[in-house]
């Protein structure tokens, strides 16, 4: 092997790792580039329904004429609701809903003696029941929220049940992966990535300014 042999292999095995190292940067942008296009296209309508319930949120007196509707409901529970001072919650529960057609998830009870309680709530929604025990006889207070109201509950993941906070955590958890894997990206475009990177530092410094200056 001639001397000029020798250098073209030592040029060549130096190149390998560079060639590696700039395959495997091409392949992390390309990965990057498909995580964030998808987890895009799967949470933008999340992020569109966050995005406008986070404006409605800061102003609750927005309701665009759908305001709250309120109503009082009587009735008198069938016997064999209360047994040895006992309240048979799913009976009363059962029994309300199919009588005055109330919604949303029975939530807190109470019993003193004379008087039971129980409540339904929901999005936008709630059902406040007294029951006086000697005889059955019930009162419903219904409150229902107008339609600004239901989905600003949604954003906050209020009485909604485990589904809809599952969905809030996941949402988030997207969310997360669509800012991380666009900054993923951002590191790879060297024409505009400090002056990008200048501006997010910009931005994060006014955010936290505010936040610091909001809790102060």
Known sequence: ?????????TSVSAS?????ARSSRAQANVTLRWLHTYTSMISLLVVLFFALTGITLNHPDWVFGTGDV???????LPA???KDGTVNWLTVAETLRAD?????RAG?????????????VG???????????????YTVNVLQQGGVAVMNDLHRGRDTGGAWKWLIDLSGGILALVAIT?????????KTRNQALTVMGLASVVVIALAWHAIA
Do not use: C, H
Not at 16 to 20: K, L, S, T, V, W
Not at 110 to 117: I, K, Q, T, V
């Open 1 to 9: 092997m001639t001397e000029t042999d020798d250098l073209f292999e």
């Open 16 to 20: 390998r790792p560079a060639r590696r």
């Open 70 to 76: 309120k109503s009082t409901l009587t009735g008198t």
């Open 80 to 82: 064999g609701w209360i």
């Open 100 to 104: 005055q057609n109330l919604k949303g």
């Open 108 to 120: 807190e009870t109470r019993f003193d003696g004379n008087e039971a309680d129980i409540s339904f």
């Open 123 to 137: 999005p936008g929604y709630s059902a406040d029941t007294a029951i006086v025990a000697a005889t059955g006889k």
């Open 182 to 190: 666009g900054i993923g990206i951002l590191l790879y475009l060297k």
